[in-house]
């Protein structure tokens, strides 16, 4: 059982940042990829970033490479999204999620569990 913890989200203008964190807890399965994905009213889930154990590997989705960046810090079991750059596109429901391998993925069916959600809104 993994339990997830994020902070982070807000309200924001075009063009300011955020960072988002999302803290595991729990029991984990040796090392573990993470990821966050993005959700808005009337649209499906989608991937935003994930990243490896080690951090070596990194994977973004198209629309927002070169303005967000995931990192983690294993010591404290804790992954971050730094958000630059925002667009009023961006508005989700942010969640991070947990994929007990060590490499990461872009598909939401291959993470064992997920966080509650945090809610990022990005004004004009």
């Known amino acids: 059982q993994v339990q997830l913890v994020e902070s982070g989200g807000g309200l924001v203008q075009a063009g300011g940042s955020l960072r988002l964190s999302c803290a595991a807890s729990?029991?984990?399965?040796?090392?573990?990829?993470m990821g966050w994905f993005r959700q808005a009213p009337g649209k499906e889930r989608e991937f935003v970033a994930a990243i490896s154990w080690s951090g070596s590997t990194t994977l973004y989705a198209d629309s927002v490479k070169g303005r967000f960046t995931i990192s983690r810090d294993n010591a404290k079991n804790t992954v971050y999204l730094q958000m630059n750059s925002l667009k009023p596109e961006d508005t989700a429901e942010y969640y991070c999620a947990v994929r007990q391998i060590i490499i990461p993925s872009i598909l939401l069916n291959e993470y064992d569990y997920w966080g509650q959600g945090t809610q990022v809104t990005v004004s004009s």
């Open positions: 729990g029991r984990t399965f040796s090392y573990y990829a």
